[in-house]
């Protein structure tokens, strides 16, 4: 077989391409070379052997988080795009992400939706209150309480959680703290609950790029290209990070050791599948799940506000022919 036919063979088509929600979570690099041959991608690292590969999965991941010292070609950026597989800049051990790239076929259906429920004041407080409900486990919040009184409530819940954990594992005088400037000075937990909660921005980056949305219009954050992605990963961190975390109170290596389990988390609580629920969900809630596997666009439309979309390559000068010029 010719190294063309070969290249061939590997390029993705839309129907090989899994819905986002069907995609495993993540894949942490470090330290390796990514690049891109005849029969897929790969990542190189140097041995005393010689060179040894891996090939990635990349049709099958949902976010591929490029940590230091990690190189990659652009052959290799082109296949990931074409897979619809998110790349994430990140710092050591996933702590950070500086930046996201997200392929130009995407459709606009969600972030239209997102922009259009962000826009307004009071479609806005409607999805921050939601998110705060899906926060306490989907109980309702009391008629005309304000985003100040829910920042409290939640405060409570936390402090509260963080004071059950600690007694649980006999720990005193547990304070969250996060100064990247100390890193090594921080205790077993906050390393722990950091570097998971990190690798969770970065799988939830990667669903809100995959859907098509702006990581940057945030219901509750505000101010940075990351508040949507933080309002996102805060449904979830009292279930899955912050147990997790101080369950590694004892580890000799925390950041490691959250990023293998936060994986077996991923897997066992569905939670690909459950960001992009939600996600659909805070943004349309009479229309969630209509367009789940709906990722790409193949043809650009034009907007009418009274036809409605419009197909684009299309000469309509025709319908100006009886217009005056003045």
């Not at 459709?107 to 926060?135: C, F, H, N, P």
Request: net charge neutral.
């Amino acid at each position: 077989m010719s190294a063309n036919a070969r290249r061939k063979l590997a390029s993705p088509t839309l129907a090989m391409l899994p819905r986002v929600a069907d995609s495993l979570s993540f894949l942490y690099a470090e330290a390796v070379r990514i690049v891109q041959d005849d029969t897929g991608v790969c990542a190189q690292v140097a041995s005393r052997s010689g060179t040894d590969r891996v090939y990635l999965p990349t049709a099958s991941l949902a976010c591929i988080l490029l940590g230091p010292g990690t190189s990659i070609t652009q052959p290799a950026m082109a296949t990931i795009a074409r897979h619809g597989t998110s790349l994430v800049c990140v710092g050591a051990g996933g702590v950070r992400s500086y930046a996201g790239i997200v392929p130009a076929s995407l459709t606009t259906t969600w972030l239209e939706k997102q922009v259009r429920a962000w826009a307004g004041d009071d479609s806005r407080l409607q999805v921050a209150i939601s998110m705060y409900e899906m926060r306490f486990g989907g109980s309702s919040v009391p008629e005309g309480v304000t985003l100040a009184q829910l920042r409290g409530l939640e405060g409570q819940r936390i402090k509260a959680l963080y004071r059950m954990m600690a007694t649980k594992y006999r720990i005193q005088r547990f304070k969250r703290n996060y100064d990247p400037e100390s890193w090594d000075d921080q205790d077993p937990v906050n390393k722990a609950l950091s570097g998971a909660n990190s690798c969770m921005y970065g799988v939830v980056h990667a669903a809100v790029l995959a859907l098509g949305c702006s990581p940057a219009l945030g219901f509750i954050h505000s101010g940075t290209q990351m508040a949507f992605v933080y309002d996102v990963a805060d449904l979830y961190k009292a279930r899955i990070t912050i147990p997790m975390a101080f369950s590694l109170h004892s580890s000799q290596d925390p950041e490691r050791e959250a990023r293998r389990r936060l994986r077996e988390e991923f897997r066992a609580f569905k939670l690909m599948p459950q960001i992009v629920t939600d996600i659909q969900t805070l943004l349309d809630p009479d229309g969630a799940g209509n367009t789940a596997g709906d990722r790409t666009a193949d043809l650009v439309h034009l907007w009418d506000p009274d036809a409605g979309p419009l197909p684009a390559g299309v000469n309509y000068g025709y319908e100006f022919i009886d217009v005056p010029l003045e």
